[in-house]
Each structure stands twice: as structure tokens, then as C-alpha cells.
T-cell receptor, first 114, second 108 residues
Framework: DAGVIQSPRHEVTEMGQEVTLRCKPI?????LFWYRQTMMRGLELLIY????????DSGMPEDRFSAKMPNASFSTLKIQPSEPRDSAVYFC????????????FGQGTRLTVV | DAKTTQPNSMESNEEEPVHLPCNHS???????IHWYRQLPSQGPEYVIH???SNVNNRMASLAIAEDRKSSTLILHRATLRDAAVYYC?????????FGTGTRLQVFP
């Protein structure tokens, strides 16, 4: 398996633009997580899904952020409109439900909003 | 979520054992103890987990105190590739909440 695949690896966008980050989880995994990492705040859990259903989105910072999982093999994290403080590395991770102790992370998307 | 306390940084020499401590005095009976690590410029990766008994795998060993209020991740022979931030996490549900971790430096 290729592991968790995130795209793009790097994204530079202007303030106010819409940004969409993409994630393909490992086949057979039915839990998916979105994290954000910054120097100031460390690794923050934004949202997680079980069987394509959002279970806990309490970490989503504000209404500008939204996440979807239309099927078991694809998820998106959208920021609209983007702001410079959204600059961070965004990680997607997947796991078998009930085996979350062994979550597998993607390589991350480094987002820069200028 | 129960809180963990780890030293900010530790140092080791290559090929020496490393003991990374974690305190979790408010752990509940159903909390699993997880360890993840994050190598430079990579996403976190799973290392090991346990509930009550000590655990071993190909990467490391996990020693859990009898009262479960602390645990220690043991790298038996540190290599330069083990330089990373190590996170100790408590979780019973699907939520893995990362703290600040311990930054391990390994010197040749």
C-alpha cells in the first residue's frame, strides 16, 4: 500500500482565496483524521471521521474551515476564505476503527497564505 | 482528556539505550498509553502502545508503572535516525491528542 496520500505537498495562496487540501486514506481504513501543525500550537486535531461520517469537529477553528468525506477513499479540507494565520502543515491520518492506536499519517501539506 | 507530562528535550549518544519518561497521574482505567514519534519534515508515526503490561515490538519497549501513573519508552540502541520528537498520548476513544512531546537528540 502506498500509505496515506496527501495533495498538494505545498500550496502558496493569497489571502482571501479558497484552498482545498486532499487526502486518500489507506484502503480498508475507516477512520480518518485531519490535523494542523504550527510552531506555536503544535499538532491540533481538527476533525475526524468514522465510516465517512464526521464524529468530532470540535477542533475546527472557525466556519471558514470545512471537511468532507464523500467516500471511503477520499477526503477534503477546505478553507474559504484563507488568512495568513492559516499557514501551517496540515496532516491527514487514517486507521482501522478500533485500532486507532496505529494511525498512519501522510506526508502533510505545507500551506502558506500570503 | 487525561494529560501527560514529558521533558522538553533529551540527549543520547548513538548505540546507547534511551529511556523517555512520561507522567500521566490522572490516567483512567480505560486509557491506553500510546507513543508516536515525528521525524524531521515527516508526519507522526506510531511506535508502540499498551494498557497495563509492558510491551515490546521491533521499534521499542514500553514499560508501564504498576499504578499506571507513569510509563517509559525504551529505545534499546539509539541510532541517528531515532532523532525525533516523541509523543506520549493517552486515549480511550478515537481521539489522539498530541502534547508537546520530547525532542530527542542523538549524537554520533
Amino acid at each position: 500500500d502506498a500509505g496515506v496520500i496527501q495533495s498538494p505537498r505545498h500550496e502558496v495562496t493569497e489571502m482571501g482565496q479558497e484552498v482545498t487540501l486532499r487526502c486518500k486514506p489507506i484502503s480498508g481504513h475507516n477512520s480518518l483524521f485531519w490535523y494542523r501543525q504550527t510552531m506555536m500550537r503544535g499538532l491540533e486535531l481538527l476533525i475526524y471521521f468514522n465510516n465517512n461520517v464526521p464524529i468530532d469537529d470540535s477542533g475546527m477553528p472557525e466556519d471558514r474551515f470545512s471537511a468532507k468525506m464523500p467516500n471511503a477513499s477520499f477526503s477534503t479540507l477546505k478553507i474559504q476564505p484563507s488568512e495568513p494565520r492559516d499557514s501551517a502543515v496540515y496532516f491527514c491520518a487514517s486507521a482501522r476503527q478500533g485500532r486507532v492506536t496505529e494511525a498512519f499519517f501522510g506526508q502533510g501539506t505545507r500551506l502558506t497564505v500570503v | 482528556d487525561a494529560k501527560t507530562t514529558q521533558p522538553n528535550s533529551m540527549e543520547s549518544n548513538e548505540e546507547e539505550p534511551v529511556h523517555l519518561p512520561c507522567n500521566h497521574s490522572t490516567i483512567s482505567g480505560t486509557d491506553y498509553i500510546h507513543w508516536y514519534r515525528q521525524l524531521p519534515s515527516q508526519g507522526p508515526e506510531y511506535v508502540i502502545h499498551g494498557l497495563t503490561s509492558n510491551v515490546n515490538n521491533r521499534m521499542a519497549s514500553l514499560a508501564i508503572a504498576e499504578d499506571r501513573k507513569s510509563s517509559t519508552l525504551i529505545l534499546h540502541r539509539a541510532t541517528l535516525r531515532d532523532a525525533a520528537v516523541y509523543y506520549c498520548i493517552l486515549a480511550v476513544t478515537d481521539k489522539l491528542i498530541f502534547g508537546t512531546g520530547t525532542r530527542l537528540q542523538v549524537f554520533p
